[in-house]
């Protein structure tokens, strides 16, 4: 309870001084000269603050207060960081900022304390949470970058990087297509590769001993080494990126695949031995989908490495099109907001294709205890 005082004691102190403190120019104590609704809107975020840094009692449709000021507050920070020049903010602008962040440190934390995990408004911890956490990051990036007047070839602002994606979609779309199509390839042939290999080493348990030393060993191979050789192999499409994918996938396909397969227990291994089953029987009866979870740890893992794999190999020889040939050649040209806007779309991709995979993994794997227990 303490933390919570002193956390809204300090949103009040801090929107209260931003109020009454100049965003820009020589002005000290003057309220509602140039920005009066920003002002009021600082004013009305200290007060709610104070208020519940007193104890007072708050009826039920407060709760939501708090949010829709600090997000009025936000948006009057963008507003006044673009209605002036970055070299004439002042104190008041950052503590504004400042302000802006507590709020919403604030909000995440009623979220917490509010939200059951378990009950059925828990989508709203699962989501708002993350969702709040990563405005907020943007919100600083993009206020800051505007108070420090930070140049766009150092770090663009967001909405700066926005714009370049907007205009620039089908240049993007183009480039994401060409990647993509050395991503899935190298993805299904690595990670199928992989469980078809630990099957075997589960099957044959001598070539454990070989096989999984080799598959480390080319899992330690840097990757801007094998780029160029693959390139020199398979030519400058698609193909030397797919091949690239495999050898990054590979082995923690393996490597999961061979705990996952020894997963299963002893007495659930001699169940199937008095039934009379076969090692075919045993293996897709019980110990496949004993080794579902560290399965799909492995398909997870390679959803972000197949991407980063693709996209470095790109560096080193490509058509004039995919993420990687495009972020090599704006860094050249200086164009920093479209590198950026190049990472934006591959980080919502790999994204996405994680998310893909975890939703999977929950309808596939309902039964497994981590599942129960979350829902008990």
């Given at each position: 309870m303490k933390i919570r005082i002193t956390l809204r004691t300090f949103i009040a102190v801090t929107a209260f001084m931003a109020a009454i403190g100049p965003y820009s120019g020589p002005e000290i104590l003057s309220l509602f000269d140039e920005e009066p609704w920003s002002r009021l809107i600082f004013f009305l975020l200290g007060y709610i603050a104070m208020k519940d840094a007193r104890g007072e009692e708050q009826p039920a449709s407060a709760v939501w207060n708090m949010p829709a000021i600090t997000a009025m507050a936000a948006f009057e920070v963008v507003m006044l960081g673009y209605g002036r020049a970055a070299v004439n903010a002042e104190w008041g602008y950052f503590l504004a900022i400042a302000a802006v962040w507590l709020g919403a440190w604030q909000v995440i934390d009623t979220i917490i304390e509010k939200i059951s995990p378990?009950?059925?408004?828990?989508?709203?911890?699962?989501?708002?949470?993350?969702?709040?956490?990563?405005?907020?990051?943007?919100?600083l990036w993009e206020t800051l970058t505007i108070g420090f007047a930070v140049p766009k070839v150092i770090l663009p602002a967001p909405s700066a990087i926005l714009l370049r994606l907007v205009t620039s979609i089908p240049i993007l779309a183009a480039d994401f297509v060409q990647t993509v199509q050395g991503i899935g390839a190298g993805y299904v042939i690595g990670c199928g590769a992989g469980i078809l290999v630990a099957v075997l080493i589960d099957r044959v348990p001598f070539l454990q001993r070989g096989l999984l030393p080799l598959g480390n060993l080319v899992s330690a191979l840097p990757i801007v080494g094998v780029a160029p050789i693959m390139v020199m192999w398979f030519g400058f499409d698609w193909q030397s990126k797919a091949a690239v994918v495999v050898i990054m996938t590979f082995f923690p396909m393996l490597v999961n695949t061979v705990a996952g397969l020894a997963a299963a227990g002893h007495m659930e291994r001699d169940l199937m031995k008095t039934y009379g089953a076969d090692y075919r029987q045993t293996l897709l009866n019980l110990r496949l989908p004993a080794a579902l979870p560290f399965i799909f740890n492995g398909l997870?893992?390679?959803?972000?490495?197949?991407?980063?794999?693709?996209?470095?190999?790109?560096?080193?020889?490509?058509?004039?099109?995919?993420?990687?040939?495009?972020?090599?050649?704006?860094?050249?040209?200086?164009?920093?907001?479209?590198?950026?806007?190049?990472?934006?779309?591959?980080?919502?991709?790999?994204?996405?294709?994680?998310?893909?995979?975890?939703?999977?993994?929950?309808?596939?794997?309902?039964?497994?205890?981590?599942?129960?227990?979350?829902?008990?």
């Open positions: 378990k009950g059925r408004h828990a989508w709203v911890l699962n989501i708002g949470v993350p969702l709040i956490f990563g405005l907020t990051l943007l919100l997870k893992i390679n959803s972000t490495l197949a991407l980063i794999g693709a996209i470095v190999a790109e560096f080193f020889g490509t058509p004039i099109v995919g993420m990687g040939f495009r972020i090599n050649t704006e860094v050249g040209r200086m164009n920093i907001d479209m590198v950026w806007a190049t990472i934006v779309v591959a980080a919502l991709a790999g994204s996405a294709f994680y998310g893909l995979l975890a939703l999977l993994e929950r309808r596939v794997t309902f039964w497994h205890a981590s599942y129960r227990q979350g829902a008990a």
